[in-house]
């Protein structure tokens, strides 16, 4: 029971982040940070990690701490940077 248990929530997990991911991508033309917490704009080419700041988004586009002290949030009639709830 306990097996069971803990993969139901697993699988609730997973489906979280590959929902979030395709969201990220498929209504407002991003790309999901590796821990899916944020979406940045396609132009940056990939969201977040070492050398974030010098992709062709900046900073401000394409670093996942930045676009979280932002504090925008991803919705349907928003664009990236945002954060992903």
Same mark, same amino acid.
């Given at each position: 029971? /306990?097996?069971?248990? $803990?993969?139901?929530?697993?699988?609730?997990?997973? +489906?979280?982040?590959?929902?979030?991911? $395709?969201?990220?991508?498929?209504?407002?033309?991003?790309?999901?940070?590796?821990? +899916?917490?944020?979406?940045?704009?396609?132009?940056?080419?990939?969201?977040?990690?070492?050398?974030? $700041? +010098?992709l062709p988004g900046g900073e401000?586009?394409?670093?996942?701490?930045?676009?979280?002290? $932002?504090e925008k949030i991803c919705s349907k009639s928003s664009q990236p940077?945002? /954060?992903?709830?």
């Amino acid at each position: 029971m /306990r097996l069971i248990f $803990s993969a139901v929530i697993f699988l609730t997990f997973m +489906k979280s982040v590959v929902d979030s991911e $395709s969201w990220c991508a498929n209504i407002i033309d991003g790309i999901s940070s590796n821990s +899916k917490l944020v979406c940045c704009p396609e132009s940056c080419g990939k969201c977040g990690g070492v050398g974030c $700041s +010098k992709l062709p988004g900046g900073e401000e586009n394409c670093c996942e701490n930045k676009i979280l002290e $932002s504090e925008k949030i991803c919705s349907k009639s928003s664009q990236p940077p945002c /954060r992903i709830l």
